[in-house]
């Protein structure tokens, strides 16, 4: 491949130039209400005793900063992916994500839902409202995602076909609810999930990848995969590549900003040295997502109103 990696974040721009791309999707992105924003930050500042290695947060920067490091790396569209750890909060963090993507054209509207009796109701709310992806995380929620509480909400979104960013992998830490099992069980009660396995679904890379090849619907999002810091972790066998080749179409790029611990170029050179071409890279960088939310021209590249 003659098209040279993102050297920095500063050099992001040119690579996806050279691809022929008008930006990036990521559909891995948080903007969390400021309290909590703070505890997850916390949380990953003393991550060494929750994974063993330090986890130094790449972008822990007030809102407006983070939004504008966003514009110059040119990331069109992304999502904000709010997610509770615990009854009582779904609602209120589906009213602070819509108030957030109506301030900010470049925001996927997003939702995000709890195993609660009210989850019908908020969710129905939040998709009347335009909400445009739902976040679920089973291992912060420690929650099946086969719930019966959920039975309608999954039901709902299966008929509006709206992608549902799910964190269910064993990665980096593994939960009584995470690994493909549940999904698996979930696909086959809803087989028309709009579902975006985030992180590839590590560590069970395999598995989530037969979900995959085997469901219409599900997609995979690169969130810090091939990295070298999850590379030290949770390693990808490289005999999967020709499988993950063969999903061109059903990868999307995913990045965790800003909770990473190195800079964002490096996720895409990470994307680049698994040597798939630069058909596979137009996909996943861009088309793919565009694809599954609908976007046919990029906001303008500063983001703002």
């Keep these: 491949m003659s098209l040279r990696p993102p050297v920095d974040d500063a050099d992001v721009p040119r690579y996806w130039q050279e691809l022929g791309l008008p930006g990036l999707v990521d559909v891995h992105v ?152 549940p999904m698996a069980g979930l696909l086959e009660r809803f087989p028309r999930l709009q579902l975006v396995i985030a992180h590839l679904g590590m560590p069970e890379y395999a598995a989530f990848l037969e979900l995959a090849e085997t469901y219409e619907r599900v997609h995979l999002d690169t969130t810090m995969f091939a990295t070298d810091f999850t590379e030290r972790l949770m390693p990808f066998d490289r005999a999967l590549l020709p499988r993950l080749a063969a999903l061109r179409d059903k990868v999307v790029l995913g990045s965790d900003f800003p909770t990473i611990p190195y800079p964002y170029a490096h996720q895409l050179a990470a994307l680049h040295r698994l040597d798939l071409g630069e058909d596979w890279l137009r996909a996943v960088l861009w088309e793919n997502g565009a694809r599954l939310f609908g976007i046919d021209q990029p906001p303008p590249a500063d983001g703002l109103r």
């Design 30 to 181: 948080h903007f969390l209400p400021e309290r909590v924003q703070a505890k997850v930050w916390q949380y990953f500042a003393d991550a060494e005793a929750h994974y063993g290695a330090p986890w130094p947060v790449s972008y822990a920067l007030p809102v407006d900063e983070r939004l504008a490091v966003l514009a110059g790396l040119g990331v069109r569209a992304f999502p904000t992916l709010p997610y509770p750890h615990k009854a009582g909060m779904g609602a209120w963090l589906n009213d602070q994500a819509a108030a957030f993507a109506r301030a900010h054209p470049q925001v996927l509207h997003s939702a995000t839902f709890y195993p609660e009796p009210e989850a019908p109701v908020y969710v129905a709310a939040a998709l009347d409202a335009g909400a445009r992806v739902f976040k679920v995380h089973v291992q912060v929620g420690d929650f099946d995602p086969r719930d019966e509480l959920l039975l309608p909400v999954w039901e709902r979104l299966e008929q509006t076909g709206t992608p549902v960013v799910i964190h269910c992998g064993s990665g980096p830490l593994r939960g009584e609810h995470t690994g493909p099992a």
